[in-house]
């Protein structure tokens, strides 16, 4: 049966357009099951019917001529239930209703279930006999799966409105919204440009030659080409990225040496293998390699050696790029790389919107950079049927939506530019103090990586920088960086700053976030070997980075440094330890340091209840709202199927904020808040209210909370938070908080909120 579904699956992936998709699938359910009858009834929201859309046994004329209302019949009832309807004698069911023109008053047994993609009914699959007899639990349980397969055919063609005859008397075709990972924030409108690959390598043959030396000639001015180009790309982007992000595109400059894939390539071409099948040879081989390995970092690379492999057979087949693009355009692919994404006209690209990737890769950093919106990680995003069409990026929520209504996209078209002249308005207060309308300071701090966070937040008048995350000079790199590189780049982070105080984080790595040169696999990454438990079991590297740190700070004195993903005491007084051996070296050297204040992140939910014992110990904490979210709700926050549960307004958060909080004050220990909640201007008023003084957020949304906490009285939102204490439902709650927020003249940037849904239905 596995091996029947597989070749159905099969046969229904590859059909050309829906409707031959429909008309395999119901011709193999029908044999498969040796029963007289397989059709589809699919839902018409615009019409609230169901309409047979496929059939093998009914009468070919009633196909698409027969409808049935939302809740009549067997197939309505399937609907409404949304579960399995198995009956021996249909007719008899009080929920019978018989069309004449279908021909189906010979079949007895009946066997309906539902086609259901992500919450949605889509419609009903039907099997029908003649035998007046139930179907057994094998046969229900194969139709249940061939349904889920199913559905997600179904969802890809209406997000392109590739079902003909479906949504009737509307112009507009189906809007379709799919939910990734935000890479690169803001929102983005204009026409889907797809890219492929501009030479298939799995194309290529096997050939002998009897030319070897002009077949290395051959890849040798190919491989020229590929590095005069990324070269240009190199040059082109050396004004909008730093040296740390730039080195990124090294990683294809040593991939071009000969002794890495082209040394290779050249072995193959001497053992008589022309150079286009060569090529393919030892790229597929390593990308094999590295798509076959768990962790995401790995598959990661595996794109960086195909885009290379793909743009070195271009110029052996002598194929030039082909971006011609002549309005503004949403770059979309299976695999957008950074090289990809430079190379596009930068004059038209408006977003990014790659089916694979993670907010660490490689291209989201440059996109973050260039302040392009960018969604990642849309796996079911039909890609080979959106060329053309109209998509809006919505980078601070992680959406696209396809073929949007003509008021939707108005809506969205009003936000971009009225965020544009919010903007303008927003810089006129940047040199404003952040304090509240009854009198209390909020110190607003940054969280900073890339150089491009450095240079804006010294524009904005920052109190300093609540979180430093030093893995990312670490990820830029082909190995660890040498204690006098980490002094060069936390010195220059310390003295852009100076005298305000930075917080460095210790190296942060594991989760979702790899080293090339220091591989973690694991079955579950984000519970695994990460953080502080990385550095305290190799202290080798965290002595490096600790004494790093410490040079840097000389004469400056505004080092702070922060553990990460501390769960116990025992983690703490160990990194202490560590602090104090690196201190004294450090002084035996002859520099003189003062010793900073050590803090520790509250993101693991065993911390919340050792606030007490941790403040024995450290000077400060600091709450990671990302992760502690994250564990929190057991929500993987890089998980676009499960995003919509990953909620800053869940009751269960908001208890644990302020739990730690009222703790902290218990125990006289300062507190902060670094992540997305303390960038969000609803959230960072209720974190205020709570009575958080200090929240570390992103550069790109300082400005927006400042204003919004210089327009609110917290005694008043003391009340708007007493009066969320007796919800229970998130949404219902960031609701409330919204309109309430908005009711005191907080509208112009709680509408730019990240949370804030615009409706499907507009």
Request: proline share 4%.
């Amino acid at each position: 049966m596995l091996e029947t579904l597989r070749r159905i699956v099969q046969e229904v992936n590859s059909a050309p357009n829906l409707e031959s998709a429909l008309e395999v699938l119901v011709s193999q359910v029908r044999d498969t099951m040796n029963a007289e009858v397989a059709s589809i009834y699919l839902l018409d929201y615009s019409q609230k019917r169901y309409i047979l859309m496929a059939s093998k046994g009914l009468n070919p004329a009633s196909i698409r001529e027969v409808s049935l209302e939302i809740s009549e019949g067997l197939v309505g009832l399937v609907g409404v239930r949304e579960e399995p309807l198995n009956l021996e004698n249909a007719s008899a069911h009080p929920k019978f209703r018989y069309f004449a023109s279908t021909g189906e008053e010979r079949f007895q047994s009946f066997l309906g279930v539902p086609i259901i993609h992500q919450r949605k009914l889509l419609g009903v699959l039907v099997t029908q006999r003649i035998e007046q007899k139930r179907f057994d639990q094998s046969e229900e349980a194969f139709l249940i799966t061939i349904s889920a397969q199913l559905a997600g055919v179904i969802a890809a063609a209406e997000a392109t409105g590739a079902i003909t005859g479906m949504n009737l008397g509307s112009e507009d075709k189906y809007v379709s919204r799919f939910t990734g990972i935000g890479c690169a924030q803001g929102v983005a409108l204009g026409t889907a440009w797809v890219h492929r690959p501009k030479a298939q390598l799995s194309n290529v043959p096997d050939k002998v030659t009897a030319d070897i030396e002009g077949e290395l000639v051959k890849m040798d001015n190919a491989v020229a080409d590929v590095h005069d180009e990324l070269a240009a790309i190199a040059a082109k982007i050396a004004t909008s990225l730093s040296p740390q992000e730039h080195a990124l595109f090294d990683v294809y400059a040593q991939m071009l040496q000969d002794q890495g894939l082209v040394g290779e390539i050249k072995l193959r071409i001497q053992a008589g293998n022309w150079a286009e099948g060569a090529l393919r040879f030892v790229i597929e081989r390593h990308i094999k390699q590295f798509e076959g390995m768990d962790h995401p970092y790995f598959r990661e690379r595996a794109l960086d050696v195909k885009d290379l492999g793909i743009r070195m057979l271009a110029k052996l087949q002598a194929k030039a790029d082909n971006f011609i693009v002549t309005q503004p355009s949403i770059l979309v692919g299976e695999e957008i790389t950074a090289s990809v994404l430079m190379d596009f006209p930068s004059e038209y690209l408006k977003g990014v919107i790659s089916i694979r990737g993670t907010a660490n890769s490689h291209m989201a950093i440059v996109a973050r950079a260039l302040g392009v919106p960018c969604v990642m990680g849309l796996s079911l995003l039909p890609i080979r049927t959106l060329g053309g069409c109209f998509a809006i990026v919505d980078g601070y929520r992680g959406e696209v939506i396809i073929n949007p209504s003509v008021d939707l996209k108005r809506i969205y078209e009003s936000i971009v530019l009225t965020d544009a002249e919010l903007n303008v308005n927003l810089l006129s207060e940047q040199d404003e103090p952040c304090t509240t309308l009854n009198g209390v300071d909020i110190s607003l701090l940054v969280n900073t990586g890339i150089s491009t966070d450095v240079a804006l937040a010294k524009d904005r008048c920052t109190a300093g920088v609540g979180l430093y995350r030093t893995e990312i000079p670490f990820m830029a790199r082909e190995r660890f960086p040498s204690e006098q590189e980490q002094v060069e780049f936390y010195r220059h982070q310390l003295a852009e700053f100076a005298p305000r105080p930075v917080t460095m984080r210790t190296l942060d790595i594991g989760g979702d976030k790899m080293l090339p040169y220091f591989p973690i696999i694991e079955d579950n990454p984000f519970l695994g070997w990460r953080g502080i438990r990385v550095t305290l079991d190799h202290p080798e590297i965290f002595m490096v980075q600790l004494r790093a740190m410490l040079k840097a700070s000389v004469n400056l004195n505004n080092l702070r440094i922060l553990l990460p993903m501390i769960g116990n005491v025992f983690e703490i007084e160990e990194s202490l330890h560590l602090i104090h051996r690196a201190y004294l070296e450090v002084q035996e050297e002859g520099f003189n340091v003062q010793m900073p204040p050590i803090g520790v992140m509250i993101e693991i939910p065993a911390a919340i209840y050792q606030i007490g014992s941790f403040a024995q110990r450290v000077d400060f904490l600091s709450v990671g709202t990302n992760d502690l979210t994250q564990y929190l709700l057991a929500v993987d926050r890089n998980n676009s199927r499960v995003a919509d549960l990953y909620h800053g307004y869940h009751p269960a958060v908001l208890q644990a904020l302020k739990s730690i909080v009222k703790d902290a004050e218990k125990h006289r220990i300062e507190v902060s808040v670094c992540g997305e909640m303390a960038g969000d201007p609803a959230l960072a008023v209720l974190l205020a209210a709570m009575g958080y003084r200090s929240l570390s957020l992103s550069i790109a949304h300082l400005l927006r909370v400042k204003w919004a906490l210089r327009r609110v009285d917290l005694q008043q939102m003391e009340k708007l938070l007493e009066e969320i204490d007796s919800m229970d439902n998130a949404e219902v709650i960031r609701s409330y908080v919204e309109y309430s927020l908005c009711q005191s003249g907080l509208d112009q940037v709680i509408r730019f909120n990240p949370g804030v849904r615009i409706s499907n239905e507009i």
